[in-house]
């Protein structure tokens, strides 16, 4: 890696006093790195050691690919932070540097985690491509990295992290691989969370999902796909955009109005024949598989909200409709999620009446998803309750957000609790911002 992460030499010499102490083999291949002049700088840091280290404990990390091994100093520093069943599997070309670096694994007793394969990268990468990790790191020829990532997105397990090593002059390479001249950044939006995009937009509309599922979406549909027609004659084309993959087909101008709505006044005129204006977009469900998607599913998907009949309880229509959370049933002042993405295309009345039968008033139907025990303060109840904006925490009264990254059928209870504290947190500042305001 070159240099030390974008820190202050007070903050630094902090972490070197009061941080992770190395383990003496780790000493040993940096003093004999020292010896080698230049090509030492193909060394981690220490601070990075440590940082590699702590990211493996947290994140409870069992499997890890390396590409690029050098001595073994960050092999060994990830090898250390694994448990005994734990694994690396470390990819390198060089054959002299790889004999002296499993020298160094003997002496720390770690070799029986680490497996290394001595071949370039890239034919390395397609003989593990059925192997499937939780950890990938990067630290190789540079030139190769776009490379390296797009093949490590397909090996990463679920929630898996990728992280990425600076080049030679101590930048991340963020040269945008579609106009050239952009730099990649990270950016942020409400409705899809974040995702890496290029400074030239909106000249240059490239866009990379983080998530491992939305970027193979995208690689999977890198161009639009025709589906076939839809009801009004128009073609419906399967794409992909920066919220995921969607349907697109062209809407008939006479049919369409738009509804101005004020604080005053409701205003409705007539859409202006525009193409773009016409083109509607409509999400895919998350949990459908794009490969499943046919003309008739893509039909029913361009028709919601669909009516399913009438309810007999109270003479209101059940309708079925795609939300942001996933399917739903709607019924007057009632609604019912729909578990089961695929039930959306072959729900009758019958099944609706039941689910919607079992829901609540005015809210999604909630059940408990774990019951995680008791708080340690007051013996409360902390539970993982499924929720109309997706999954929360509930405790007392008071109701905490579960990260969308987060499983949370593998929650623990102190995870809930640094979630529980934040809400109280978030509160708190809400209530004193409000007093201030009166």
């Keep these: 890696m070159g240099s030390d992460l974008n820190i202050t030499k007070h903050l630094q010499d902090y ?43 947290i994140s409870k990390i069992t499997r890890v690919l390396e590409i690029g091994t050098f001595t073994g100093l960050s ?147 890198a161009e639009p796909k025709f589906i076939g027609k839809h009801l009004n004659g128009n073609d419906i084309h399967l794409k992909n955009g920066r919220f995921g993959p969607y349907l697109q087909y062209e809407q008939i101008p006479s049919d369409i109005e738009v509804k101005k709505i004020s604080k005053k006044k409701k205003k409705t005129k007539k859409l202006k024949s525009d193409f773009n204006e016409l083109l509607k977009n409509v999400s895919i469900p998350k949990g459908l598989e794009l490969e499943s998607i046919n003309l008739e599913k893509a039909q029913f998907l361009c028709s919601l909200p669909k009516s399913l009949g009438i309810n007999p309880d109270n003479q209101k229509e059940i309708t079925v409709n795609v939300g942001r959370f996933g399917p739903y049933l709607k019924c007057e002042n009632k609604s019912a999620r729909i578990d089961n993405v695929e039930e959306i295309f072959s729900i009758g009345l019958n099944r609706a009446i039941t689910l919607i039968a079992e829901a609540k008033p005015g809210r999604m139907s909630s059940s408990i998803i774990k019951d995680l025990g008791e708080h340690p303060e007051d013996k409360k109840p902390v539970r993982v309750m499924k929720g109309q904006y997706g999954p929360y925490i509930k405790y007392k009264s008071l109701n905490a957000t579960i990260p969308e990254e987060k499983d949370p059928t593998e929650l623990t209870m102190e995870e809930a609790l640094i979630l529980i504290e934040k809400r109280k947190e978030y509160d708190k500042s809400k209530k004193s911002k409000s007093k201030k305001k009166k």
């Design 15 to 57: 972490i070197l006093k009061n941080g992770l102490k190395l383990h003496p083999i780790q000493k040993e291949i940096i003093d004999y790195n020292l010896s080698l002049g230049d090509i030492k700088r193909m060394q981690i840091s220490i601070s990075q050691c440590q940082f590699l280290h702590l990211i493996i404990k």
């Design 75 to 221: 092999t060994l520093s990830m090898a250390l932070a694994l448990p005994d069943e734990g694994s690396i599997i470390a990819l390198d070309k060089n054959e002299e540097t790889n004999k002296i670096a499993q020298n160094f694994f003997k002496k720390a007793y770690q070799d029986h985690k680490i497996k290394t394969i001595i071949k370039p990268a890239l034919e390395s990468l397609m003989s593990i491509r059925n192997e499937k990790f939780d950890l990938v790191f990067i630290d190789a020829d540079k030139m190769n990295y776009q490379k390296y990532y797009e093949i490590s997105l397909d090996l990463l397990n679920k929630e898996g992290l990728v992280i990425i090593d600076k080049d030679n002059e101590g930048n991340v390479v963020r040269k945008c691989q579609l106009c050239s001249s952009g730099t990649l950044s990270l950016k942020n939006s409400f409705r899809g969370g974040a995702f890496i995009g290029c400074s030239n937009y909106p000249e240059c509309k490239f866009t990379r999902p983080l998530s491992k599922a939305k970027a193979a979406a995208q690689a999977q549909l």
